[in-house]
């Protein structure tokens, strides 16, 4: 875009404006529409004024809008200097002037947009890159009145399709084609098909239907990065350049539509967007909820203090179909598929494929042509509707695996997600069988091998489920009731394998049943929880009455298939068909004896059952901590409670540890020698490591019922060892101290500086657990602390000084060439060590230096601290930093030193001819995100780019030219243009970080032989005559000089003169050689 300075006089105020071209802008009647700054320099202005046309709209003057004619109902402007135009009309359309001033009513800047309102319905935007194909839809309404069809570019017809035979125009006849439904379809497209596309549909009779519009922008492939994100979910939208130190203004589009904007850390939204998107300080878009109208190009441009636009971009987001596919269980050894469900999806199987392990290549299918990558090679294969097949698998091939789809122009179209478990599979079960008394007989169903086993029982063909009347399956234990004989089958699963047992064949005697037999069990469960009296009703007559009592008082009882519950159990106690009863919530004063009696229609009582309840109280404590080899008490803080509580049980799961019993204790495996019991409960433990994990404690009373548990947890940690205090002198005077521990589970670190306790952050510190940073304090004592839940731990007061700290310095050197780090008034040291990222690079110590591995080759150290590197490398770059001890190797100097490696290329010879144009042309667009480059010739600068603004030197203002990605254009070129170029890339710090070099060589065209170049040939014959007349004339005067003073030598002679000694003479040599 091209820039005038212009300065002009109106009757009220001086303008100094900047003309730009006419952006164009495209609303839709009755909507809303935004006329967004292209640039702005708003910091420098006080007042924004907007114009249609040379009618005043609205004045932004002190951040307050001031509105003329009928604009304030419509019009609304944001502080950044956006106007929304709202209920658009055919009137809106035209130009739009907007003038930024200074406080002196200066109009520093200006912008023009010409507004086109279109009486579609819709302008629908629709994305194309450079060169592809396009469809543009003309949508159904009244497709079958329709006998004319139009389609439009502004106002230039491209095409028309009248009683169903198409007509193109200009060159759309070539690449363009329409079809009967109107969709038109353009391909090879080009920059300058971004436009308004209208569709006109017309009857019979050349009545207007109704139109169509679509605004097709063009983007191009390389100047934009991909972004794919899934229907309703969120997406990121990031800046490259992460270094923004200097921007202050950073917006965001969609296309020309504004989306956000962080100014001078203050953020506006625009339309709907405002409850969508989020912007973050480093430049990142954060979109919500997204959906199909959220895809197209999206634009940001960082604007630094002065409204420059420093960096900028293009992210082109696209809309991924992603399924989140059921997880999928694979057995070891075995072949697993993955994506199996998906396989008559057939719309995948044209697309190119990658299949991925968390972010690992697995296998790729291109057309048809499958490709694996690493152990998958050989146990592989891949399917074009998206499987993949697994053989042989390992527990390592567990994770999570995707499949990308790729259309022809390599956009991600689609994902599918799936989680791959692979398992143990189950061996077949083993089932043994015990007969009970009461008429049970138990099953156990075991397997050797297999994850995570679900068992499931069948009786003759029959599935056992739950409890009945003559059944209690829990997981691989089945009790049946007064089932004689049958033939049982287990069934052992896992996600990944199913495996059947043998059918057993069982056959148990059943129990004879005694008219008022009586027999009694015991009960024991935990307070708050559900119990169940299970009664077998094998035997009993229909019509039987049964009743449930609690010592003598009524519990439920059934009568008459009739069911009542009795006081306080009517809403905890249920009573079922065949005489069980469940009671849920249980209360302590629920322990008693329980009684069932059955009884005939007539009455007469024909059984009972006892059964003992006991209620046991819990209590889980807070986790106890402990170390190995030292003790632990597990110690019940209500002890006050235990007074006549005996005996108790101590138990570690279900491993029995102690007992206490008439004041007795007892001791079990290898807790005897070791575990120490006491009257109130508490258990001390001397720990080893297989102590930790959960222990309980039992309490009885005088009659052996068990009335209260208690709980609770041990954990084994690590003692921490003592704390190990480095600090390091920083620049700006600042001290970072690291605390380390040898050993210690999740230590926990405290800092004191001069016995004072420091925490958290203030203006002298940063504390950060294990690391402090102090704030211009550069000396003092410090102590750090180190503590777990088992023990406490502190260092030794550490004394530190940086109050000589080596000044830091920048070194620029050259790719494979040498450089030095310098240290002077380096005194009574006894150590130096230069390290790299807190890596040993060398060092000199015991006056003998030494060298990390991947330097000892091309690295010297000096016994002053000077370091060498020979061939230079990239990775090389970096900061640097040198540590200096004393004798008692004391930390006495500290220096930090950033070194530069420099990219040097030499470009071949450019050459050109004199009077005409030539190229210096660097071939490498990775230059472009630099922010200054330099041209020189020899040592004088030709041009400059920075900040993308371009400056010119000496003669070259008015016939150079440079552009952004480092290229140089000189014309009208000069016999005098001829010599050493070179251009520097500097990074945004000023720093040298690529120099090429190149040659020209400017010849005179074939046949030119006057004019300039006769001119420019007899200065130089004068020249060349002139010089050689000076090189006689040197030595005609250096002859006479020497026979002068061989005339003083003979003279010298004949008065019998000494003669100089012959050292005299050779010192009156050297001091002529010198002069």
């Known amino acids: 875009m091209n820039e005038d300075n212009i300065t002009r006089t109106t009757a009220s105020l001086q303008v100094v404006v900047t003309t730009e071209e006419v952006t164009h802008v495209y609303g839709v009647l009755n909507s809303s529409v935004s006329l967004s700054l292209e640039k702005t320099n708003l910091l420098h202005s006080s007042d924004i004024i907007w114009k249609k046309e040379d009618s005043l709209m609205v004045k932004f003057q002190n951040f307050t809008p001031i509105f003329y004619e009928d604009y304030g109902t419509r019009v609304k402007i944001f502080p950044d200097g956006t106007l929304s135009l709202a209920k658009t009309l055919k009137t809106d359309e035209g130009k739009y002037t907007v003038l930024l001033l200074d406080r002196s009513g200066i109009v520093t800047h200006e912008e023009q947009y010409y507004l086109f309102i279109t009486e579609s319905k819709e302008v629908h935007p629709v994305y194309v890159i450079l060169g592809s194909s396009v469809f543009l839809h003309a949508g159904n309404e009244n497709a079958q009145s329709t006998s004319d069809i139009r389609w439009k570019k502004g106002d230039t017809l491209l095409v028309r399709v009248k009683n169903d035979v198409p007509r193109f125009y200009n060159d759309y006849r070539y690449r363009a084609e329409i079809f009967t439904n109107g969709t038109l379809r353009l391909d090879s497209t080009r920059e300058r098909d971004s436009g308004i596309y209208i569709v006109e549909r017309f009857n019979r009779h050349g009545k207007l239907l109704c139109t169509e519009a679509h605004h097709l922008i063009t983007i191009k492939n390389t100047d934009f990065q991909k972004v794919y994100g899934v229907l309703g979910k969120s997406v990121f939208l990031h800046v490259s350049n992460k270094n923004l130190l200097n921007g202050i203004d950073i917006l965001w589009k969609r296309a020309t539509v504004p989306v956000a904007r962080l100014k001078k850390s203050t953020v506006f939204y625009y339309g709907d967007y405002e409850n969508k998107a989020n912007i973050f300080t480093n430049g990142t878009l954060r979109l919500d909820r997204i959906d199909d109208a959220d895809t197209g190009p999206y634009s940001v441009v960082v604007s630094d203090a002065n409204g420059r636009n420093i960096h900028s971009e293009i992210a082109q987001l696209f809309m991924m179909i992603y399924t989140e596919c059921t997880p999928v269980y694979g057995a070891k050894g075995s072949t697993t598929f993955l994506f199996l469900e998906n396989q008559n999806d057939i719309q995948t199987i044209n697309f190119d494929k990658t299949w991925k392990k968390g972010g690992s290549l697995v296998a790729e299918l291109n057309g048809f042509t499958p490709y694996y990558y690493g152990h998958y090679e050989t146990r592989t294969g891949v399917f074009k509707n998206g499987t993949i097949r697994l053989d042989r698998t390992q ?17 991600n179209i689609g994902r599918w997600a ?3 478990f692979i398992i143990d599979g189950v061996s077949q079960p083993e089932v043994k069988y015990t007969c009970l008394p009461n008429g049970k007989i138990q099953f156990n169903c075991s397997v050797e091998k297999g994850s995570d086993p679900l068992f499931q029982w069948s009786l003759d063909g029959n599935i056992l489920v739950g409890e009945t009347a003559f059944h209690t399956i829990k997981k691989n234990v089945a009790v049946l009731y007064h089932v004689v004989s049958g033939k049982l089958i287990c069934i052992a699963a896992n996600n990944a394998s199913e495996s059947h047992s043998d059918p057993i064949s069982f056959a148990c005697e059943e129990e004879n049943i005694n008219t008022h037999s009586h027999q009694f069990e015991s009960i024991e469960t935990l307070l708050g929880t559900s119990v169940f009296f299970q009664f077998k009703s094998s035997g009993l007559a229909i019509g039987s009455d049964i009743v449930w009592k609690k010592g003598e008082s009524p519990v439920a009882w059934l009568q008459n298939n009739g069911t009542v519950c009795n006081g306080d159990y009517k809403n905890r106690a249920e009573i079922f068909a065949n005489g069980s009863l469940k009671l849920d919530k249980t209360r302590e004063t629920d322990s008693g004896n329980y009684s069932v009696d059955v009884f005939t229609k007539h009455g007469t009582k024909i059984r009972r059952r006892i059964a003992k309840l006991i209620i046991i109280g819990h209590t889980e404590f807070l986790p106890v901590y402990g170390a190995v080899d030292s003790s632990v008490f597990l110690f019940m803080k209500n002890n006050t409670d235990l007074e006549n509580m005996s005996p108790l049980e101590w138990k570690k799961g279900e491993l029995l540890v102690a007992t206490f019993k008439g004041s007795n204790p007892s001791y079990y495996g290898n807790y005897k020698k070791r575990a120490q019991i006491f009257f109130n409960g508490t258990l001390r433990l001397k720990l080893i490591k297989t102590d930790e994990g ?3 404690v039992d309490f009885y009373n005088k009659y052996g019922i068990n009335t209260r548990r208690w709980i609770t947890k041990l954990f084994l940690l690590d003692v921490v060892s003592v704390p190990k205090v480095d600090y390091f002198c920083l620049s700006n005077r600042k001290v970072e101290l690291h605390c380390s521990v040898e050993r210690g589970s999740d230590p926990v670190f405290q800092w004191s500086l001069n016995g004072k306790a420091l925490s958290g952050e203030s203006t002298s510190s940063t504390v950060k657990n294990h690391v402090l940073v102090l704030n211009h304090v550069v000396s003092g004592r410090i102590g750090c602390t180190a503590a777990n839940n088992v023990s406490t731990s502190q260092s030794e007061l550490v004394s530190f000084s940086c109050l000589d700290i080596i000044p830091f310095q920048t070194v620029d050197s050259v790719l494979v060439s040498s450089l030095l780090l310098l240290l002077k008034n380096i005194a009574n040291s006894s150590a130096i060590e230069w390290r790299k990222d807190n890596r040993s690079v ?13 330097y000892k080759d091309r690295a010297s150290m000096f016994a002053n601290g000077t370091l060498r590197l020979d061939k230079t490398q990239n990775t090389d770059s970096g900061s640097y930093s040198v540590i200096v001890f004393d004798k008692s190797g004391k930390n006495t100097q500290k220096g930090i030193a950033q070194i530069i490696i420099i990219a040097f290329t030499e470009c071949p010879q450019a050459n050109g001819s004199m009077g005409s144009s030539v190229v210096l042309f660097l071939n490498n667009e990775d230059h472009i995100h630099f922010s200054n480059i330099e041209w020189k010739k020899g040592n004088s600068l030709v041009a400059k780019l920075k900040y993308s603004v371009p400056h010119y030197y000496g003669d070259y203002q008015n016939r150079a030219e440079i552009f952004n990605n480092g290229t140089l254009i000189l014309h009208e070129t000069q016999g005098t243009d001829t010599g050493n170029y070179s251009a520097e890339f500097f990074d945004t710090n000023g720093n040298v970080r690529f120099k090429w070099i190149t ?9 030119i032989e006057t004019g300039s170049m006769y001119t420019a040939g007899v200065i130089y014959g004068i020249f060349r005559h002139f010089v050689t007349s000076i090189l006689v004339l040197i030595f005609f005067l250096g002859a006479l000089r020497r026979v002068i003073k061989k005339l ?12 100089q000694p012959k050292q005299d003479t050779e010192t009156e040599v050297l001091s002529t050689t010198e002069f």
């Open 694 to 696: 959960n222990y309980s």
């Open 418 to 420: 799936i989680q791959l």
């Open 395 to 411: 527990e390592w091939d567990t994770g999570n695996y995707s499949v990308d789809f790729f259309d022809k122009v390599k956009n």
């Open 999 to 1007: 040659q020209l060589l400017i010849v005179a065209p074939p046949g």
């Open 1048 to 1059: 003083h030598l003979h003279i010298g002679k004949e008065k019998e003169v000494p003669i």
């Open 842 to 854: 060398a060092g000199f110590k015991q006056e003998a230096p030494y060298y990390n591995e991947n």
